[in-house]
């Protein structure tokens, strides 16, 4: 099997914004359309941004954080259309976040994909809803594209 390295550069003068906006408005000049509202989580930074530019082709736009409580924090604000996180970060894990998504009717219907190497089947069990995805690293940049629609179609209804 191939590794597939994605490296993203960007030019010294833009902030991370600008390269969001930037894949935003080549979508739409493109004539694609954005898709879903994805808020994504690690502490990595290269790993956000092979998210964000993994998420961005495939046409949806992405809000990303650093940590569980900016996750949170996020989620509750956004309400985006699925979430992708780390399990190991700085504060509170992956799982600890999503447990606390569960809590407000607002959240715990958003699905989330688990993207880390560290989640064992059983902690999966207790915190992790049906139709959530893990997505093992490293992984392939299809295997995310792909957990995430997955997810976005298997979308539990909104809790009224």
């Known amino acids: 099997m191939t590794t597939l390295a994605v490296t993203h550069r960007r030019p010294a003068h833009?902030?991370?914004d600008d390269t969001h906006q930037r894949h935003h408005k080549h979508a739409k000049a493109e004539g694609?359309?954005?898709m879903s509202h994805i808020?994504?989580?690690d502490d990595d930074p290269g790993i956000r941004r092979v998210v964000e530019r993994v998420l961005t082709r495939a046409g949806h736009t992405v809000d990303l954080c650093s940590d569980g409580h900016e996750l949170i924090s996020e989620v509750?604000?956004?309400?985006?259309?699925?979430?992708?996180?780390d399990n190991e970060m700085p504060g509170i894990t992956g799982l600890q976040a999503r447990a606390e998504l569960l809590t407000t009717p607002d959240t715990a219907d958003i699905p989330v994909v688990m993207a880390t190497g560290s989640v064992t089947p059983e902690q999966a069990a207790?915190?992790?809803?049906?139709g959530d995805r893990i997505v093992h690293k490293p992984f392939q940049p299809s295997e995310?594209?792909?957990a995430v629609q997955d997810v976005l179609i298997h979308r539990r209804p909104r809790q009224a």
Do not use: G, I
């Open 144 to 146: 995310l594209r792909d």
């Open 39 to 41: 808020v994504a989580a």
């Open 76 to 85: 509750r604000s956004q309400h985006p259309d699925a979430v992708v996180t």
């Open 126 to 130: 207790e915190t992790l809803q049906n």
């Open 32 to 34: 694609r359309r954005t």
């Open 14 to 16: 833009t902030t991370p």
